[in-house]
Each structure stands twice: as structure tokens, then as C-alpha cells.
């Protein structure tokens, strides 16, 4: 979490045992890190030492986050998360976390998705179906936009329903039409528009500006080439 939250005071949890167990883990991956890079004085913490670290209040946290019991603001949850995902699943010497599909199967997998799913209101989340017609494409679309990552959601594990973020799904829409053939780009070569013969054989260069607006700025240039009528 980017700014250290106030430690918790002890208050029971169903996610305990779980949050204990990724604790040992992470634990024993240090020390057996350590071991081999020769650091000396490496000691067993105790249970209640690793539950009052930083990682331990941070799930803890997670955990009441997940169950209701407590409100944080959704940027903190997400940075939490992905925290403690990092410190599970990166692998030393990887360029990103693989997070196993097994993991959200598993008890702190759900406990993780219940605290992101609770992290945002109704009004900041979209049906995949609302998705798909917002965006203009099918459902297995959306899925494999969820799978490679482009699309971030979240899970309600008790309805077993998966929603988008409203935020993400606008700013797809907002892509899509900005690069719809027919959109103006001022960074895009314009066509030439040949005024006469005597450009089309090499004479002046021609006018430049057929817009979008239906070539408004090449036709009044063109009148101008051509002087007042009956002139």
C-alpha cells in the first residue's frame, strides 16, 4: 500500500489460517534465499511477528476488506493486492507475475477477489454482457480481453458472476473511436485534391485540406484559383 495505514488492532478472521500460510511461505522462500547467498543470523520470526509486519496488516486488512467489515479506498486494495501477488508469483530474474488460474480456486485466491470485488461500488462496475454490447463485440471477446489482461475485472465468488471496470470498458470505447476509419487525425497525411489539368500535369502544388467537413477548405481554396465567376 503506498502510505502505511495504522496497524490494526487484533480482530478475528475466517481468512487466519490462510493468511498465515502464505506468511510461512513467503517466509521460508526467504530464508532458504538467504541460506544460499550466504546472509548469517537468519532466525525463525514467530506467527505473531509475521502477522504484525507489513505484509501481515496488509492482509489482515485484505481479509476484513473482504468480509465487509472495513472500507478502503479501491486504489489501496488494488495496490495491496498486487503486492502480495508479487511476492507470491514473481519469479527472480521474470519481467511479470504469472499468477497460476488454480490460485483464485484456493482460499487466499477468493479471499484476494472477494476484497477487489468490495473495493468498488455498483455504479464502477459493468456486466459482461453490457460489455460486449457497449463495446460492440462478442462475449468471447470480452473473455479473452480478461484473459490477456487488457481488460481488468473483478469476481463476485458468492454469485459467481465477473464484472469489468466501468473505467477500463469506457477507455476501450474511448480507443476504438478515435482510430474508426472516418475519424479525423491531424497527424494524418492528407489527400491532394487536384484543381485543374495544369496540376495534374505537373504545375502548381495542389491544394491541400479536403477535411472532413465534407471538403469545404479545398473548395473555397479552388474558387479562389479560379477568380470571380465571369471574371
Known amino acids: 500500500m503506498r502510505r502505511a495505514p495504522a496497524p490494526l488492532r487484533a480482530v478475528d478472521t475466517i481468512h487466519q489460517p490462510a493468511i498465515d500460510q502464505a506468511l510461512s511461505v513467503l517466509d521460508l522462500d526467504r530464508q532458504r534465499l538467504a541460506d544460499r547467498l550466504g546472509i548469517p543470523g537468519a532466525t525463525l520470526p514467530s506467527s505473531e511477528q509475521l502477522r504484525a509486519g507489513p505484509l501481515g496488516q496488509d492482509l489482515r486488512r485484505l481479509a476484513l476488506v473482504a468480509d465487509g467489515r472495513i472500507r478502503e479506498p479501491a486504489e489501496r486494495v488494488l495496490s495491496a493486492i498486487a503486492s502480495v501477488l508479487g511476492l507470491l508469483f514473481w519469479p527472480a530474474g521474470g519481467d511479470e507475475v504469472a499468477v497460476p488460474r488454480a490460485f483464485w480456486a484456493s482460499h487466499l485466491g477468493r479471499m484476494l477477489a472477494r476484497a477487489k470485488y468490495r473495493a468498488f461500488a455498483g455504479d464502477d462496475l ?25 481488460l481488468d475485472h473483478v469476481r463476485d465468488d458468492r454469485s459467481g458472476r465477473t464484472f469489468l471496470l466501468r473505467r477500463g470498458v469506457d477507455e476501450r470505447q474511448r480507443v476504438a473511436a478515435a482510430r474508426r ?34 471538403g469545404a477548405v479545398a473548395r473555397g481554396r479552388a474558387a479562389e484559383r479560379e477568380g470571380p465567376r465571369g471574371a
Not at 459482461?128 to 484473459?147: C, E, H, K
Not at 494524418?188 to 479536403?210: N, Y
Open 126 to 150: 459493468v456486466g459482461i454482457a453490457a460489455a460486449a454490447r457497449q463495446l460492440g463485440v462478442s462475449r468471447p471477446t470480452i473473455y479473452r480481453w480478461i484473459d490477456d489482461g487488457s
Open 181 to 214: 476509419p472516418g475519424t479525423h487525425d491531424p497527424n494524418r497525411m492528407r489527400p491532394r485534391l487536384i484543381v485543374d489539368a495544369d496540376e495534374a500535369m505537373g504545375g502548381e502544388t495542389a491544394v491541400a485540406g479536403w477535411e472532413t467537413e465534407g
